[in-house]
C-alpha cells in the first residue's frame, strides 16, 4: 500500500507474471522487466519486487530502478521494508543457504539475520526483526531477531503468523487458521485481539496501510478478493478488486 493510500501494488501469478499499481482510476502495468513478483511499498513510496526469481529491485517514486542485488543461490522471497525505507529484510529459499537476510539499499550490503532455510515472514521494526519459524508440531513460532542477526530468541509462546507492523511498532499477526488477528508488542510480549476479519473466507495474506489506520486482505480460495477494510471500525469492508486465481 503506498504512502498515500490511495494506490498500491500487487503481483499476478507470483514469479511467472507481472506487477500491477492500483489506483481509483484503475489498473496499470508497473514496467519491471523480465518475471517480476513479490512487489511491496515502503512507508516513504519505493516500491521492491524480486526479477527473474533471484534479483532484488527497488524502483523509486520518479521511475528509476536499482537493482540492490543478485543471489548466487536459491530465490528471494518474504521482502520487508525498513519503517524508515533504507533496508530490506528478504528470505532466500536454499535447503543449505538459506534463511532471512538483511540489505541496504544504498549499500547494497547484505547481513544474515538467521540461519534456518525455513524462517519466512520478516516484519522490520526500529531495532529488531520478528519472523516465522516452524516449530517441532509444525505450528509457525514467533521469533524476534536484532537488526544485526544477533540476540535470536523466541518472542511469545502462542503460535502465531507474521504480517506487518504500525507506525508504532505493534506487529499484527494472524492464527494459523488464519481466521482472527492480533496485535502483539515486541517489547512486552503482550497480545491483545486485533481487527475483526469480517469477511466469510479465511484471509491469506494481510497488509496494513503506511498510517497505521486501515488493512488489505486477500480472501477466499479461486476467485480471490483483495478487500480494504478500517481498523477503527467506522466503515464497512469494500471490495478492492477481485483477483486471478494465481494473483
Known sequence: VAPSGRAMVFSQCGFLGRIERLTAGG??????????????????????????????????????????LTVAEG??????FSPDGEQIAYHVTHPTTGGLFMVGIKSGLANRLSDDPDDTSPVVLRDAVVFNRPGED??????RVGLDGGGERVASPRPRIALDADPAGRVLTMTPARD??????????????????????????????????????????SGRTVVRMPLDRAGAPLEVVRAMADD
Open 180 to 221: 482472527h488477528l492480533y496485535w502483539f508488542d515486541p517489547a512486552t510480549g503482550a497480545e491483545v485481539p486485533g481487527p475483526a476479519l469480517d469477511t466469510p473466507k479465511a484471509a491469506s495474506t494481510v497488509h496494513l496501510s503506511p498510517d497505521g489506520r486501515w488493512l488489505v486482505a486477500l480472501v477466499g480460495g
Open 138 to 143: 509444525g505450528q509457525p513460532a514467533l521469533m
Open 27 to 68: 489498473s496499470e502495468r508497473v514496467p519491471t522487466g523480465f518475471q517480476p513478483g513479490g512487489a511491496v511499498y515502503s512507508r516513504v513510496g519505493t516500491v521492491a519486487y524480486v526479477r527473474t526469481g533471484n534479483t532484488l529491485v527497488v524502483q523509486f517514486a520518479d521511475g528509476s530502478r536499482r537493482d540492490v
Open 75 to 80: 530465490a528471494l522471497s518474504a521482502l520487508a
